[in-house]
């Protein structure tokens, strides 16, 4: 068993900045990727960013140049700088982790989210 727990949601004006952190405990022999999505209300699911064990990164075109994914491989946690927030950064935004169990068998979990909120 995997767990996330996310900290770092709120509220924030526009132009402000949050820090998300994501961290994975459990039964973990490596993490392949973790990752950040939001869910809008009435709107699917998205990517917002990932993070791949060699480091690369991936954002969708909508937060390129004001988030920064990273991540402490050695405490198993991710991080996500939000700058620059606008209203339609709004959202549920869940932790996403993928890698592969001291069992042998692959995981791909998910946090429980935490709220943010871009408003004036």
């Known amino acids: 068993q995997v767990q996330l727990v996310e900290s770092g949601g709120g509220l924030v004006q526009p132009g402000g900045s949050l820090r998300l952190s994501c961290a994975a405990s459990?039964?973990?022999?490596?993490?392949?990727?973790m990752g950040w999505y939001r869910q809008a209300p009435g709107n699917q699911r998205e990517l917002v960013a990932v993070i791949i064990s060699d480091g690369s990164t991936n954002y969708a075109d909508s937060v390129k140049g004001r988030f920064t994914i990273s991540r402490d491989s050695a405490r198993n946690t991710v991080y996500l700088q939000m700058n620059s927030l606008k209203p339609e950064d709004t959202g549920v935004y869940y932790c996403?982790?993928?890698?592969?169990?001291?069992?042998?068998?692959?995981?791909?979990?998910w946090g429980q989210g935490t709220q943010v909120t871009v408003s004036s």
């Open positions: 459990g039964s973990i022999f490596s993490i392949n990727t």
């Open positions: 996403n982790a993928h890698g592969l169990g001291y069992l042998g068998t692959d995981f791909d979990t």
